[in-house]
């Protein structure tokens, strides 16, 4: 079930990313070719009366929209090619469209995916209500593997009433005598099943290092806590507002986040690939319809984010390009442009490497 989870939301944000470009080339005119949910061998498709050609392809990893004109998926344009069509037919190509129209067409991909956030986020707080209030319960919701709640049995569903005869009231107290407790026993009182029982547990020690350089012990026992989320029923405009809200408080973050681990802030290990997406994918969906809405919306901001990025080969790269190209006035010469898709190609490949090696590590050696 993992990997169909992961195949719906990549899908459908991967569709309304091309989705975007689609409709946004055909308004200005440009023929489009293909439209492909997937890279590689057509698996199936059919064509429509405008002639394009819509498929899913056998790498279902991404898509694209390949217009009139273009030699490649990646829009790369054909030098002969006003030679190469009828005259009537020139205006039909991507490259023959002046520079604004050709960055709306660029642009208009990742506007779609958040423009999809947004209506996702509306759809969620017009069903649901918007988040008002959290609590975090002394219950615990997830016992991590190998870890000392493990070892000591305890389970899910577990309320902690007591520790060392403190009485809990919330999860940051369990935090608190924890953490200061490495290697200490703590007797805990818990409630299993209306049964209250008692377990001593030890907590395991682990090494901190803070921005100074000073190391200190803490204590850890692997549990995840419970959140309950109080919600609000709200109006259509109310719902609205606070979708867009949301849209721009999740782009802001994974912005900073980038910039942070660009600086040495946070560590690379932090960014995941498609292994870390098919996996919250499929938590989402067990935790139902809220969960796995919620996390595509995310999903497809970050997408839309990802492809502005300046680099060539991605719709920011294009539009770079273009930019460039109305500064100047003059398109960039073909082997700086051939040079700059190089990098990008390697920088797209290094990246790609590293999410990956983040994925393996995290779900496969990480005990």
């Keep these: 079930m993992i990997l169909f989870w992961f195949l719906l939301l990549l899908t459908v944000i991967v569709f309304v990313h091309e989705l975007g470009h689609y409709l946004v080339a055909r308004y200005n005119g440009v023929k489009v070719e293909v439209f492909s949910i997937g890279f590689g061998k057509e698996l199936f498709g059919f064509n429509d009366q405008s002639g394009t050609r819509w498929k899913f392809s056998l790498i279902p990893i991404g898509g694209y929209v390949k217009f009139f004109g273009d030699i490649n998926v990646a829009s790369s344009p054909d030098k002969d090619l006003n030679k190469n069509i009828q005259k009537k037919d020139l205006s039909k190509a991507f490259h023959n469209k002046n520079l604004l129209q050709k960055s709306a067409i660029v642009v208009a991909g990742p506007f779609a995916n958040f423009l999809f956030a947004v209506v996702l986020f509306f759809v969620l707080f017009q069903s649901?209500?918007?988040?008002?209030?959290?609590?975090?319960?002394?219950?615990?919701?997830?016992?991590?593997?190998?870890?000392?709640?493990?070892?000591?049995?305890i389970k899910s569903g577990d309320e902690i009433l007591k520790i060392n005869d403190i009485e809990i009231k919330d999860f940051m107290q369990i935090r608190d005598i924890v953490v200061s407790n490495p290697n200490k026993e703590l007797n805990f009182l818990i409630k299993r099943n209306s049964n209250n029982i008692e377990i001593v547990i030890v907590p395991d020690s682990e090494t901190i290092i803070d921005n100074e350089g000073n190391e200190y012990f803490e204590g850890k026992i692997g549990v995840v806590a419970k959140t309950i989320v109080l919600y609000e029923r709200v109006g259509v405009f109310k719902s609205l507002g606070y979708a867009v809200e949301s849209t721009y408080k999740f782009?802001?973050?994974?912005?900073?986040?980038?910039?942070?681990?660009v600086m040495g802030e946070r560590s690379a290990s932090e960014m995941g690939g498609p292994i870390m997406i098919a996996n919250e994918a499929s938590k989402a969906a067990e935790r139902g319809a809220q969960d796995f809405i919620w996390i595509m919306a995310i999903i497809s901001i970050n997408l839309g984010l990802i492809n502005l990025f300046p680099i060539p080969l991605l719709d920011g790269g294009h539009l770079l390009f273009f930019i460039l190209q109305s500064i100047l006035g003059r398109p960039l010469k073909d082997g700086l442009q051939e040079y700059a898709s190089s990098i990008g190609i390697v920088l797209i490949i290094g990246i790609t490497l590293l999410v990956f090696y983040n994925d393996i590590v995290r779900y496969f050696f990480k005990s």
Excluded: R
């Design 128 to 153: 649901y209500g918007i988040p008002i209030s959290s609590s975090v319960l002394p219950i615990v919701d997830k016992v991590l593997p190998n870890s000392a709640a493990s070892k000591y049995d």
């Design 251 to 261: 782009t802001f973050l994974t912005l900073k986040g980038l910039k942070e681990i």
